[in-house]
């Protein structure tokens, strides 16, 4: 089954005595673009990631964010009683010796220089390696797991106008055998007239005409190989397996598909025909907006 290149997954990691949130976000892209935004702690564990990732995806622009707590919730304050004691007692022999007043406010102590301590207890890179991939991991099976949901959906699309480029395929080549039939009539028609005219025809001529004519509005090799490329993005859609993307391929089978509609566009000389070729590139051109944006 194919997926498609938009997903989002999340997940929760706690460790070392705080809470991380890992999102990953993938949008289309006609490569695989990992974009990492991690703690700057955690920074040695980008290529391990970005290996985690690119074992699960092979199309499509990744956002990976790890939002770590901040300082302030893995910080400890520390309080130097001792420096804290000597302040006061510095402040009431000042008062002493001065005659003024001596207490301080417990705000103005813990205000003064070394009292108070804030203690920031640093990542551990190595202890939260496997938490963090494991966390990774979760998130991305999420993604894949929306990308898959949404590419059942773009696969039922797909084949729907698949079905109607096949009909129009086979209604081009009816009508295009009805106009050279059409064509050739007309043809010997010119011919009986100019006989019935001038007393002169030349058959070999004639048959000429007619041969080049026929050959000029002859479809029949285009419409087999636009049926023949519709069978084969059905065959790759059929053969869509997790780790093979199949998206390239589509977007260059599509190629191949309007490059014989425009040349049957360019040999039809019949109004209804040239509805249909429309009809053809309109349908193509849906196809390929969805193709975009599988994997």
Same mark, same amino acid.
């Given at each position: ?26 949008? %289309? ?17 980008? /290529?391990?990631?970005? !290996? ?13 964010? /790890?939002? #770590? ?57 190595? #202890? ?21 949901? =949404? ?26 055998? =009805? ?11 010119? #011919? ?19 041969? %080049? ?5 002859? /479809?029949?090799? =285009?419409? *087999? ?23 390239? !391929? ?11 509609? %425009? ?13 249909? *070729? ?14 975009? %944006?599988?994997?």
């Amino acid at each position: 089954m194919i997926r498609s290149m938009t997903g989002f997954g999340r997940a929760q990691l706690d460790a070392e005595g705080a809470s991380f949130s890992v999102e990953l976000r993938s949008v %289309n892209h006609r490569h695989l673009d990992l974009a990492l935004r991690l703690p700057r702690a955690l920074a040695g564990l980008e /290529v391990e990631l970005r !290996r985690v990732l690119g074992l699960r995806f092979v199309r499509g622009k990744i956002d990976l964010v /790890v939002a #770590a707590p901040s300082a302030g919730a893995r910080a400890d304050l520390e309080l130097d009683r001792a420096l804290a004691d000597r302040y006061v007692e510095f402040a009431r022999t000042l008062a002493a010796e001065r005659g003024v007043g001596a207490e301080l406010r417990a705000s103005e102590l813990l205000a003064l220089p070394g009292v108070a301590r804030v203690l920031e207890h640093p990542l551990d890179e190595a #202890a939260l390696r496997p938490a963090l991939v494991a966390a990774v991991e979760r998130a991305a099976e999420a993604t894949d797991a929306m990308r898959l949901a =949404e590419g059942a959906a773009l696969e039922r699309e797909l084949r729907g106008r698949l079905a109607t480029v096949s009909a129009l395929a086979a209604e081009v080549s009816a009508r295009s055998g =009805e106009v050279a039939a059409a064509a050739r009539e007309r043809l010997r028609k010119r #011919a009986e007239l100019l006989r019935a005219e001038t007393g002169l025809a030349d058959e070999a001529r004639l048959a000429q005409e007619i041969v %080049n004519a026929a050959d000029r509005m002859d /479809v029949t090799e =285009e419409v *087999v190989r636009l049926s023949s490329h519709v069978a084969q993005f059905e065959a790759a859609l059929d053969a869509a397996a997790a780790g093979a993307g199949v998206g390239r !391929r589509l977007e260059f089978l599509l190629q191949e598909m309007s490059r014989e509609v %425009n040349t049957i566009g360019a040999k039809s000389g019949d109004a209804p025909l040239a509805h249909r *070729v429309v009809d053809l590139k309109t349908e193509l051109e849906r196809i390929r907006e969805q193709a975009l %944006n599988v994997e």
